[in-house]
């Protein structure tokens, strides 16, 4: 199946929103085995939309939408639609009553009747029920062309495509699409493509495909079957495969992020863990704290920019700061040691270096010194992370998380 990304919004041709929409729907079609060869933006102009949706139906087998449903004059998406494929609207008396019922409960907002307009869908449509909002997405086939709507903020296209759009997708391809991701830290894609690259050249079904995140590389295995549990064993020994020509690189399969990896290693292990961030700034900490449940296992960390800070907060000898520097082996190791110390965890983390414009004089800039330690030992990793500043702090903060991962699963801590 052949899909078009159709995201419909002035605000996205001015740069005033970012379409996460199409990235994040792209994803998540590819893992359900649908091709998205086109995607396309069109203002809130019905003439351009049109002409976007003659072009979309003559080469797409599926074209969805994002965006254009509300209530206000310009969300004229369904009206396009509609008139485009030779439908009438129809008013769905349900779905006015809970927007009746949404507005009387959020008693803040008030009711109008343009609201209604977000009743109003076109005829023999598979209606998509908004549980994140208020305006309904829907589907429909005609002339052997499918179509989805769907709401444009991303809190609710998300997850109405999740929940919404993907059995409906599945229904129309009559098999299962079952797929893995396999998450990779420590190797770069054109490496882990060379490894395995004459192996997914001869897959067909299972196939296997690499993508290139933000510091590291994640790999789907998909398969197709009659079912699930005969296409999640198609992709059981493609996946083993995986595991055993990267080794200790992989960090999971089916897992979010290092950060989630970490958090439920801990807690399976009763640990607990601190911070202490100079170049980082607080990002190894705001990302954990991010997952929920983090509460359980994260002590606290310290931000310690300057030497002052460092020496005061984290009980650092000044003389050894000023011999080896703030960008050393030495004082990452005493950062780490000290955050554990402070906080009464078990483990901590420790991230500095220099992430640029501007070098110290001694080190390039992107050279970053991230450490570990427990109770009785400190690791540290000497990186040399690049010259763009926000990717070095992100990357440093992927070594952290790397690290302490490595720790819980028994891995050598200071390799890469």
Not at 105 to 131: G, M, Y
Request: with cysteine; charged share 20%; proline share 4%.
């Amino acid at each position: 199946m052949n899909c078009e990304i159709l995201c419909v919004g002035t605000e996205l041709l001015l740069g005033n929103t970012v379409n996460t929409n199409a990235a994040d729907l792209s994803d998540m079609l590819s893992g359900l085995g649908v091709n998205v060869f086109w995607h396309t933006v069109v203002g809130d102009n019905p003439g351009r939309l049109a002409e976007a949706v003659a072009i979309a139906k003559g080469r797409a087998d599926l074209i969805i939408t994002t965006g254009g449903l509300g209530p206000t004059y310009d969300d004229l998406t369904k009206n396009v639609l509609a008139e485009c494929f030779g439908r009438k609207m129809e008013y769905h008396p349900e779905e006015g009553e809970f927007l009746k019922a949404w507005f009387a409960k959020n008693t803040s907002i008030q009711f109008t009747q343009n609201n209604l307009q977000q009743a109003w869908l076109p005829e023999r449509c598979t209606v998509f029920h908004n549980d994140w909002g208020t305006a309904p997405g829907c589907a429909f086939q005609e002339g052997g062309v499918h179509v989805i709507m769907l709401p444009g903020p991303p809190n609710e296209c998300v997850p109405m495509f999740r929940h919404c759009a993907v059995p409906y997708i599945k229904s129309l391809a009559g098999e299962t699409i079952f797929s893995h991701q396999i998450r990779v830290f420590g190797m770069g894609e054109s490496a882990v493509e060379d490894r395995l690259r004459s192996r997914m050249e001869r897959m067909e079904n299972p196939t296997l495909a690499t993508y290139a995140k933000v510091g590291e590389v994640m790999l789907r295995v998909t398969a197709k079957a009659s079912d699930e549990a005969q296409a999640e064993a198609m992709c059981a020994p493609v996946v083993d495969m995986v595991k055993a020509e990267l080794g200790h690189v992989v960090y999971g399969v089916d897992v979010d992020s290092l950060e989630a990896l970490c958090l439920g290693l801990l807690k399976e292990k009763g640990l607990t863990f601190a911070t202490a961030e100079s170049l980082t700034g607080g990002l190894i900490g705001a990302r954990f704290t991010a997952l929920p449940g983090a509460s359980a296992v994260y002590k606290g960390g310290a931000v310690t920019y300057c030497n002052e800070v460092k020496a005061g907060m984290l009980t650092i000898d000044r003389d050894m700061i000023e011999e080896k520097g703030a960008v050393s082996y030495e004082t990452a190791a005493a950062m780490a040691k000290g955050a554990r110390l402070a906080a009464g965890a078990d483990l901590a983390v420790s991230a500095t270096g220099l992430a640029g414009p501007d070098g110290d004089g001694v080190h390039p800039v992107g050279t970053v010194f991230v450490g570990l330690a427990d109770k009785d030992n400190v690791w540290v990793r000497q990186l040399r992370l690049g010259t763009r500043r926000q990717r070095v702090r992100a990357l440093a903060a992927n070594h952290a998380f790397d690290m302490l991962r490595r720790y819980l699963q028994g891995l050598p801590i200071e390799e890469i």
